[in-house]
């Protein structure tokens, strides 16, 4: 009896069929499937191939479709971990809510929050904490002890004043237990303070609002520009000046990227709160979509909900908005759904951070 096989070099996304030695038909989708399949088939030609004249290349068939799956996987691994560019920024990490945030901007050298400690953030050397709840701030002795087993630098994390003295307790428990050093910069930076990352790069807290002290940071870049009085100077002239010693230019901070943690909708209307509405990018939480959860239910509980995003939409003066730490309870098509809504209402482009969140389909 002769065995039929058909699409199965096309696996990964199809189904294929074999009809066994008692015409029965089998649907293998996953590789699970196949690895038993697999070692099945082998074993029934093993012991009927010399008999039977079965055909041989049914293993290496299903290795084959194997081999293509990996390759799937692996590539959607890629594009998962790969985040979303905008304004030239490439932004990773993971945000939902209760469970973990991590957001970071590579090129910035900076993540905001540590969550769980993600693996991509221990490169990071500057380490930005808005608050002390544990899916925001639970990884962080761990962020400290991984740089110093690569033998990376002792880390700058900054914390709302707030909460300063009780995170150096927090390392000298984990001192205590572990016996390690855990070396690091503990930075308590106030709203309105500025701090400096390099020379082209500041930070700003600003006030946010949540059910525990909290704040965000605004990340500024920093450019020298010639004073206009000094405008109509020559070269020679202007150089003649700065070797005297004369202030020639002026300091231009420009918000780039802006993250707000965990906050209600009310941080938007605070006047001091203006350059975190008009940096390239703000990075900024929509906990709650839609009416299953309503406005109330989310300022009960610190957060903000999609529609008091639209409600204040007039104010947002930035060329991309990034929403993340969205209830678990919603799946990709629901927040892509969310993300077209408020498209409409904003000339920003808006984008979302869905790593770790489950499609319908899948």
Same mark, same amino acid.
């Given at each position: 009896?002769?065995?039929?096989?058909?699409?199965?070099?096309?696996?990964?996304?199809?189904?294929?069929?074999?009809? /066994?030695?008692?015409?029965?038909?089998?649907?293998?989708?996953?590789?699970?499937?196949?690895?038993?399949?697999?070692?099945?088939?082998?074993?029934?030609?093993?012991?009927?191939?010399?008999?039977?004249?079965?055909? *041989?290349?049914?293993?290496?068939?299903?290795?084959?479709?194997?081999?293509?799956?990996?390759?799937?996987?692996?590539?959607?691994?890629?594009?998962?971990?790969?985040?979303?560019?905008?304004?030239?920024?490439?932004?990773?990490? /993971?945000?939902?809510?209760?469970?973990?945030?991590?957001?970071? &901007?590579?090129?910035?050298?900076?993540?905001?929050?540590?969550?769980?400690?993600?693996?991509?953030? &221990?490169?990071?050397?500057?380490?930005?904490?808005?608050?002390?709840?544990?899916?925001?701030?639970?990884? *962080?002795?761990?962020?400290?002890?991984?740089?110093?087993?690569? /033998?990376?630098?002792?880390?700058?994390?900054?914390?709302?004043?707030?909460?300063?003295?009780?995170?150096?307790?927090?390392?000298?428990?984990?001192?205590?237990?572990?016996?390690?050093?855990?070396?690091?910069?503990?930075?308590?930076?106030?709203?309105?303070?500025?701090?400096?990352?390099?020379?082209?790069?500041?930070?700003?807290?600003?006030?946010?609002?949540?059910?525990?002290?909290?704040?965000?940071?605004?990340?500024?870049?920093?450019?020298?520009?010639?004073?206009?009085?000094?405008?109509?100077?020559?070269?020679?002239?202007?150089?003649?000046?700065?070797?005297?010693?004369?202030?020639?230019?002026?300091?231009?901070?420009?918000?780039?990227?802006?993250?707000?943690?965990?906050?209600?909708?009310?941080?938007?209307?605070?006047?001091?709160?203006?350059?975190?509405?008009?940096?390239?990018?703000?990075?900024?939480?929509?906990?709650?979509?839609?009416?299953?959860?309503?406005?109330?239910?989310?300022?009960?509980?610190?957060?903000?909900?999609?529609?008091?995003?639209?409600?204040? /939409?007039?104010?947002?003066?930035?060329?991309?908005? *990034?929403?993340?730490?969205?209830?678990?309870?919603?799946?990709?098509?629901?927040?892509?759904?969310?993300?077209?809504?408020?498209?409409?209402?904003?000339?920003?482009?808006?984008?979302?951070?869905?790593?770790?969140?489950?499609?319908?389909?899948?």
């Amino acid at each position: 009896m002769q065995t039929s096989l058909t699409t199965l070099s096309s696996l990964t996304h199809s189904q294929f069929f074999y009809l /066994s030695h008692g015409s029965v038909t089998r649907t293998l989708t996953t590789a699970a499937d196949l690895i038993r399949c697999g070692a099945a088939a082998s074993n029934k030609r093993s012991a009927s191939s010399a008999s039977s004249g079965a055909p *041989l290349g049914f293993v290496s068939a299903i290795e084959r479709a194997m081999d293509k799956e990996e390759e799937y996987r692996k590539a959607r691994a890629q594009v998962q971990r790969k985040g979303v560019e905008v304004e030239g920024y490439m932004i990773e990490g /993971s945000s939902i809510g209760g469970h973990e945030t991590c957001v970071i &901007v590579p090129s910035l050298n900076v993540a905001f929050d540590i969550g769980r400690c993600p693996s991509r953030a &221990v490169n990071q050397d500057n380490l930005f904490i808005t608050h002390a709840h544990l899916d925001h701030i639970g990884g *962080l002795p761990m962020y400290v002890g991984t740089r110093a087993l690569y /033998s990376l630098k002792p880390p700058t994390i900054f914390v709302p004043p707030s909460i300063k003295a009780d995170v150096e307790k927090l390392f000298e428990v984990h001192r205590s237990m572990s016996k390690d050093e855990l070396k690091h910069d503990l930075v308590a930076l106030d709203v309105g303070e500025t701090y400096e990352i390099r020379n082209d790069l500041v930070v700003r807290p600003f006030r946010t609002h949540h059910v525990i002290p909290s704040q965000g940071y605004v990340i500024y870049s920093v450019r020298k520009k010639l004073k206009k009085q000094y405008a109509h100077l020559k070269g020679p002239q202007i150089k003649k000046l700065k070797v005297s010693g004369v202030e020639i230019t002026d300091t231009i901070l420009s918000p780039e990227v802006a993250f707000t943690g965990d906050t209600m909708s009310d941080f938007i209307q605070e006047p001091r709160n203006a350059d975190a509405l008009r940096a390239k990018v703000l990075i900024t939480e929509a906990t709650f979509l839609d009416e299953e959860c309503d406005i109330e239910q989310a300022r009960e509980r610190g957060h903000m909900h999609l529609f008091e995003i639209m409600e204040h /939409s007039q104010w947002f003066r930035n060329k991309a908005i *990034l929403l993340t730490h969205f209830s678990s309870r919603y799946k990709t098509e629901d927040i892509r759904h969310a993300v077209s809504k408020l498209q409409k209402r904003v000339s920003a482009k808006v984008v979302a951070l869905t790593e770790g969140f489950k499609s319908t389909y899948s």
